[in-house]
């Protein structure tokens, strides 16, 4: 591909990540360049001078590195069940930051020769159709990755160890994340930051999600949702870990009991309380009523008792320091991948390195 079509190309992808039309663009940067302008340049009839760069870079929030970045990221469908309802404008938004994310991190891992190969444990797991089947895949899948029956520290590092790329959206859209597969065999779940930021929120969006990326169904709409619930439930409190918190059949339960296994197993309350009617331990009928408290006392939003886990990972952090260490990378290369400027990059990090 010539250096115009690739500038042409991240041009128009950072436009639409902004949510900007031509126009709006021509007037983010006070008409500095005219819409007719920065449609030539989209068209890869032209490619502006340094200082127009960088004032596209500014306006767009991109370092000027991002416009000549040739690294190939193609997107399978993204699986969300309300994406077709929402604004073209809002699905290109999410479009254009996954494939930004994910063509700095696949860069740096490139410069660095790391195997970032994904294998699905649960390739071989028969077509999910019941409760028993995701409990089973769950179950499957702590043995395989080795988590045992303890809490899950870390949701997003752990996906990250095991090369599925996590990415935060700020979106205003009714989302609380998606997934898809990048050149066809590198998965990505991003989540919404903006739907709800609390991190057992944040750690059962991100095992739903996975239940889509791992799993098979022959279920669709609701029904899937509800056994990728069920599978999230399973990963973040299994079988045997609550029959030994609250016991194999209960006929009350109590807001402290369940605000401890909350803070120990980093899941809501709400989620508990479904996870103990999945098992058993609970019927239909007490699970009802007990939802209908936590509506009376206002508690479906912000529960009583607050999880304080940190969901972060810093891989990309790690992989980045260790090429600039090594001097496979330039200080002014590992600003650009972190999508800084120079003077931003030394500011962070300068009396470190």
């Not at 767009?60 to 190939?72: C, E, G, I, P, W």
């Not at 797991?125 to 395989?144: F, G």
Request: aromatic share 8%.
């Amino acid at each position: 591909m010539e250096i115009k079509e690739v500038f042409a190309e991240r041009l128009k992808s950072a436009r639409l990540m902004n949510g900007y039309s031509l126009q709006k663009l021509a007037d983010a940067m006070g008409n500095r360049l005219t819409r007719q302008a920065l449609h030539r340049y989209e068209k890869g009839e032209v490619i502006p001078d340094a200082e127009k760069i960088n004032a596209l870079s500014k306006a767009l929030n991109v370092s000027a590195d991002y416009f000549f970045r040739t690294t190939k990221v193609e997107l399978s469908d993204i699986e969300y069940r309300k994406l077709n309802k929402m604004p073209q404008k809002e699905v290109a938004v999410i479009h254009e930051k996954t494939r930004e994310y994910l063509s700095r991190f696949l860069e740096l891992e490139e410069i660095l020769g790391v195997d970032g190969k994904f294998n699905n444990p649960l390739a071989a797991t028969p077509v999910t159709s019941s409760y028993t089947e995701v409990n089973k895949a769950a179950t499957l899948l702590r043995e395989k990755w080795g988590l045992g029956k303890v809490s899950i520290c870390n949701v997003v590092e752990l996906l990250e160890d095991k090369n599925i790329k996590v990415l935060k959206l700020a979106i205003d859209e009714n989302i609380d994340g998606l997934q898809t597969y990048v050149n066809g065999s590198i998965p990505v779940i991003a989540y919404n930051t903006k739907k709800g930021a609390k991190s057992d929120r944040i750690r059962f969006t991100l095992l739903h999600e996975l239940a889509h990326l791992l799993l098979k169904f022959d279920k669709t709409g609701k029904q899937k949702e509800i056994l990728c619930h069920q599978f999230a439930g399973a990963m973040l409190l299994p079988d045997e870990t609550i029959k030994a918190e609250l016991g194999s059949h209960r006929n009350k339960l109590s807001i402290l009991e369940l605000g401890n296994i909350k803070q120990q197993y980093g899941i809501s309350i709400q989620a508990i309380i479904m996870r103990a009617n999945d098992c058993g331990i609970i019927n239909d009928h007490y699970t009802k009523q007990f939802f209908f408290f936590l509506k009376q006392m206002n508690w479906k939003i912000d529960e009583p008792i607050e999880y304080e886990g940190i969901e972060e990972s810093s891989r990309f952090e790690q992989l980045l320091f260790r090429a600039l260490v090594e001097g496979q990378i330039s200080i002014s290369k590992a600003a650009a991948l972190c999508n800084q400027s120079l003077a931003e990059f030394k500011k962070m990090y300068g009396p470190l390195i």
